[in-house]
């Protein structure tokens, strides 16, 4: 939750995206494979980014979520002038193309490795600041890939509406798009003997299973839920549900 607030704090603080999408020439349809958002479109302040990386990193090392080396290698950059700048770049374009089948994750430099959920979290409040701004812009009707058409990131929570619509929440920009129930969005497997559910105890929660990629994803159904569905704080009331999937060994 120290984490939550953090972010809170510093997205209020992010300016407005200088990267308008082109209005005059209609709705924008993304390309599969390839993010809308590109790095330079990012309004980052880097002096905010710095402390945001580092205040990250020491959430992240408390919980056990990031290694002590990797962790004494941040601050060690994050001393030294513009060290940083070039690798949240990099990182940040290695991840943002992708194979639009779906079968092998984008490749990040091996030196990065062990920053990914690092720099994730941490440019997550520019992330959202510019998919809140752009998405209006967007026609995702056709979109069916596995990560999001904005910043490359992979779904967090499938939420179904009360009209039963579903759609699929990045994990770094909040984005939704639609996705087809009964579908694996990761392998798009359409088999339903080879999707396995399992429901909270109230019926609110959601996880399907896929038997062929091995691969989950979790769902927040607000038509048995007295709220809309609120994804920072779903994907944590749902741990239980991943535990007992990646105990079956699956993946989220
Ligand atoms: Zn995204
Ligand atoms: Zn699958």
Known sequence: ???????????????LPACALNVDRGPVVPQPGRALLRFEDLPIEWSDARYLLRATADLLVRAQALEDDDHRRLLALSRE????????EQWYNATT?????????PR???????????????LRPYLFRCAHALAPQLDLS?????????????????????????ALVCSRCG????????????CRNDDRSQIKSFA????????????????????????????????????IATLPLDASAMQRGYRG
Not at 113 to 118: K, P, T, V, Y
Not at 153 to 166: F, H, K, N
């Open 1 to 15: 939750m120290a984490l939550l607030d953090l972010q809170r704090r510093v997205e209020a603080r992010v300016p």
């Open 81 to 88: 002038g513009h060290r940083l700048e070039p690798l949240v």
């Open 97 to 105: 193309t992708w194979d639009p089948q779906g079968f092998t994750p």
């Open 108 to 122: 990040i430099p091996p030196e990065l490795e062990g920053f990914d959920q690092l720099f994730a979290v941490a």
């Open 142 to 166: 056709g979109w069916r890939d596995s990560r999001c058409p904005m910043c490359g990131g992979e779904p967090e929570l499938a939420v179904i509406a009360m009209s039963g619509e579903r």
């Open 175 to 186: 984005l939704r798009w639609p996705t087809l129930e009964d579908v694996c969005p990761f």
């Open 200 to 235: 909270s105890p109230d019926g609110r929660y959601r996880l399907d299973a896929c038997d062929v990629c091995r691969r989950y994803v979790k769902a927040y159904d607000e038509r048995s839920a007295p709220r809309p569905a609120m994804p920072a704080v779903d994907t």
